[in-house]
C-alpha cells in the first residue's frame, strides 16, 4: 500500500475526531438580526456653498468691497457669503455623514495657459463673531493646495465638525493668488447617514488658527472647558510649512511640533508629505529639470505637510487624559527659519487646532 493511500484514512480519522475543535476555529455565526428597528434615516442633503465664483487679485480693488452680495477681502483672495446648512440633528441617533467637496479650475486666457501657473494655498473656514469687543474668527474646515495649472478635486470628510455645520453660517473660501483673472470655485457640503458608522459626533471647539506662525510667534496656547457626557476626544490639527522666497526651510524642511496639555507634552510630531509623485496630471505647469537621467518635476518632491493638487489631511491626536473642566492646550513649533542679513526670506507655518468629541452611545438593553 502506498504512503498516499496510508494517509487518506489517518486524515480522515483525525478531522472526525477533532470536528468539534475545528468548528470552534471557524469564523463565529453572525448574530441574529435585532428586535430594534432603526429610525427612518433623513433623506441625502447637498449644499452649494458656491458655484464657479471667480477668486482672484486686483492690486488696484479696494481691501474690501463687495460683489453680487458677497464680500471680497484681501483684494478679492478671499470671498464671504451667508448660506443656510441643514438644521442640526434632534438627537444623535440622526447624525449623518458630512462630506465636503472643493473643485478649483484656473482661468484659461487668450493663449491657451491658465493664467495662474503656480501653486496656491486655499481654505474652506466657517467665520464665528468673536468675543465682545474682539473681531470675528475664522476656523479652519479644509485646507488643500493647487497643483501647478491644473483643474484639481479636494473631497474631504468633515463629519467630526458637525456641530459647526448647521444652521444659518459665514463661509469663507481662501485662494492665495496674486493673478486677475486666476481661478473658479464651487464647494458643495453633502450630508448623509451613509457612512456615519458609529460617530455621533457632538462637540466641536475651535482652539487656534494661525495664519503665519513664524520663528518670532513663540507657543499658542488656548483654553477649553471641557463638558460632561462627552467622550472620544481628539484633536484635529492642520499644519503646513512654507517660505518667503522659496527656500528649503520650511516649505521643503519639516520642524518638531510639540502639543501640550495643562503644560505637559502628549504628542510630538513633524508634518511631513511624500506623495507627490503620481500626481503628474494636476500639475501641468510644474517647473522640471533632468538630474542623473530621469526627468523631475517640482511637483515630485516632498514637502512639510503638503503636496501640490491635494488636500491637507489633519492629524487626528486622541486625547485619553481630557476630562471635564477647563483646561489648557499649547501647541510649539520649534526651530522655525528666521531672518538674516544674507538672506532676508523666512520660512513660517499656517497652523489650525480644533477640538472635537462625540457623544457616548447608550448602553444596549438587556447590558
Known amino acids: 500500500m502506498t504512503a498516499a493511500r496510508l494517509l487518506v484514512p489517518l486524515l480522515f480519522g483525525v478531522l472526525v475526531a477533532t470536528g468539534a475543535s475545528a468548528q470552534d476555529d471557524a469564523a463565529p455565526a453572525p448574530p441574529p438580526p435585532s428586535d430594534v428597528r432603526p429610525d427612518v434615516p433623513a433623506a441625502p442633503e447637498s449644499v452649494v456653498l458656491f458655484d464657479a465664483t471667480p477668486v482672484d487679485y486686483v492690486e488696484t480693488r479696494p481691501e474690501e468691497s463687495a460683489r453680487d452680495g458677497d464680500l471680497l477681502r484681501k483684494h478679492g483672495q478671499i470671498v464671504e457669503r451667508t448660506v443656510e446648512l441643514p438644521a442640526a440633528p434632534e438627537s444623535q441617533r440622526e447624525a449623518r455623514r458630512i462630506m465636503l467637496r472643493v473643485k478649483v479650475e484656473p482661468v484659461i486666457d487668450a493663449a491657451r495657459r491658465p493664467s495662474d501657473l503656480w501653486t496656491r494655498l486655499g ?72 457612512g456615519i458608522g458609529a460617530r455621533r459626533p457632538a462637540f466641536a471647539a475651535p482652539l487656534l488658527m494661525e495664519e503665519m506662525v513664524t520663528s518670532e510667534t513663540g507657543p499658542m496656547l488656548a483654553t477649553v472647558t471641557v463638558p460632561e457626557h462627552i467622550t472620544q476626544f481628539r484633536l484635529r490639527i492642520l499644519s503646513t510649512g512654507h517660505a518667503t522666497d522659496g527656500q528649503l526651510g520650511d516649505e521643503f524642511v519639516t520642524r518638531p511640533h510639540v502639543v501640550l496639555l495643562d503644560g505637559r507634552e502628549i504628542a510630538r510630531f513633524r508634518p511631513w508629505s511624500e506623495r507627490g509623485g ?85 448602553e444596549a438593553a438587556g447590558e
Open 123 to 194: 481654505a474652506l473656514s466657517l467665520v464665528e463673531p468673536g468675543p465682545v469687543g474682539s473681531p470675528s474668527r475664522e476656523v479652519e474646515i479644509m485646507r488643500f493646495i493647487t497643483g501647478f495649472g491644473g483643474t484639481c478635486v479636494f473631497e474631504q470628510d468633515v463629519t467630526p465638525l458637525a456641530p459647526l455645520l448647521h444652521g444659518r453660517r459665514t463661509v469663507r473660501i481662501l485662494l492665495s493668488t496674486y493673478m486677475s483673472p486666476a481661478y473658479r470655485i464651487t464647494a458643495t457640503l453633502h450630508y448623509d447617514a451613509a
Open 278 to 362: 503620481p500626481n503628474r496630471h494636476l500639475n501641468p505647469t510644474s517647473g522640471r529639470t533632468a538630474i542623473d537621467g530621469r526627468e523631475i518635476w517640482s511637483s515630485d518632491f516632498d514637502r512639510s505637510g503638503w503636496t501640490p493638487g491635494l488636500v491637507v489631511e489633519p492629524l487626528i491626536i486622541p486625547l485619553l487624559e481630557l476630562t471635564p473642566g477647563e483646561h489648557t492646550i499649547t501647541l510649539r513649533i520649534d526651530g522655525i527659519r528666521a531672518p538674516t542679513e544674507a538672506a532676508p526670506g523666512r520660512g513660517y507655518w499656517r497652523s489650525s487646532v480644533i477640538l472635537v468629541g462625540d457623544e457616548p452611545w447608550p
